[in-house]
């Protein structure tokens, strides 16, 4: 179970890298790369959600 965690948080800082990386570039005044940028974070806390209440789920 704790590795699945850790899998996760890597998953997470490796999208948040990711999301960094295209919010440098929309300040090099790219409008395509904010899009994908707030892609990112969307499904990120899609997926976040999604673990918490599969967790959730789970402990019952």
Not at 1 to 11: E, F, N
């Amino acid at each position: 179970m704790a590795a699945g965690y850790d899998l996760v948080v890597k998953l997470i800082s490796l999208m948040a890298a990711e999301a960094t990386f295209y919010g440098n570039m929309f300040r090099s005044f790219n409008l395509i790369s904010m899009e994908r940028c707030l892609i990112d974070i969307l499904l990120t806390c899609c997926f976040i959600c999604y673990l918490h209440f599969h967790r959730q789920a789970y402990l019952r």
